[in-house]
């Protein structure tokens, strides 16, 4: 089904490139059924291939393929998968290699700064979408199982807020390594990111604002 999808969004996208056609994301989970640390040597060797195929599709029509956000114990996992794309020989050349990045995660800042080190040493730039994150309660319900110390995410809606700000600052400020899009449906996020985007420093299609289809 994400082949199939590719193909689509790619025919549909004909004549345009990854910054002006639509673009597709995946769920690394859903390509694999062990997508976990215990199972790491199996997500090198069987899940890799199936994303650099992918990849490679995605860079034949010319479209953007971002690798989704999941759980925060998956987040190490997928930058190394992401490395791994980014000093592929067949996808040389690329700017449609994408991330994303989840505001509400303590981590997320740092995340930023690796990103931004990661395409200046891989000559890439990246399309980095940036989300405030989807798996809260989990993320708490598990944390307090697991007897944690303290959360991996933000416990106050106004601190991830003002990391998703602060992590949008610093991807406006590397455009020759990064392709921010910003996701979000908060109207005063929008705002103070079009603001921090200075139309005398940033061109347009520099960015983007992404939402969810209908909202």
């Given at each position: 089904?994400t082949?199939?999808?590719?193909?689509?969004?790619?025919?549909?996208?004909?004549?345009?490139?990854?910054?002006?056609g639509?673009?597709?994301s995946?769920?690394?989970?859903?390509?694999?059924p062990?997508?976990?640390r215990?199972?790491?040597d199996?997500?090198?060797?069987e899940?890799?291939?199936?994303?650099?195929q992918?990849?490679?599709l995605?860079k034949?029509?010319n479209i953007g393929?971002?690798?989704?956000?999941?759980?925060?114990?998956?987040?190490e996992?997928?930058?190394e998968?992401?490395?791994?794309l980014c000093?592929e020989?067949a996808?040389a050349?690329?700017?449609?290699i994408?991330?994303?990045i989840?505001?509400y995660?303590k981590?997320?800042?740092?995340?930023?700064?690796?990103?931004?080190?990661?395409a200046?040493r891989?000559n890439?730039?990246?399309?980095?979408?940036?989300?405030?994150?989807?798996y809260w309660?989990?993320?708490?319900k598990?944390?307090?199982i697991d007897?944690?110390?303290d959360?991996?995410?933000f416990?106050r809606?106004?601190?991830?807020?003002?990391?998703?700000?602060a992590?949008?600052?610093?991807?406006?400020?590397?455009p020759?390594?990064?392709y921010?899009?910003?996701?979000?449906?908060n109207?005063?996020?929008?705002a103070?990111?079009y603001?921090l985007?200075?139309?005398a420093k940033?061109?347009a299609?520099?960015?983007e604002?992404?939402?969810l289809?209908?909202?």
């Open positions: 089904p082949r199939r999808s590719s193909d689509l969004i790619g025919k549909a996208s004909a004549g345009k490139d990854v910054y002006n639509p673009g597709i995946i769920k690394l989970s859903a390509l694999h062990r997508y976990q215990a199972q790491i199996r997500v090198h060797d899940l890799y291939g199936k994303v650099l992918l990849a490679v995605a034949n029509y393929l971002n690798i989704d956000a999941e759980e925060s114990e998956r987040l996992i997928s930058l998968l992401l490395e791994r000093f020989p996808l050349d690329w700017k449609g994408g991330f994303v989840q505001a995660q981590r997320c800042f740092y995340v930023v700064d690796y990103v931004v080190d990661l200046k891989s890439k730039r990246l399309m980095i979408r940036l989300v405030k994150g989807a309660d989990s993320e708490i598990k944390a307090q007897g944690m110390t959360y991996p995410v416990t809606k106004v601190h991830t807020d003002l990391s998703y700000i992590c949008a600052k610093k991807l406006l400020d590397a020759e390594l990064i921010p899009q910003f996701a979000t449906h109207a005063q996020t929008l103070t990111i603001h985007a200075d139309p940033y061109y299609g520099q960015y604002f992404q939402c289809h209908g909202m």
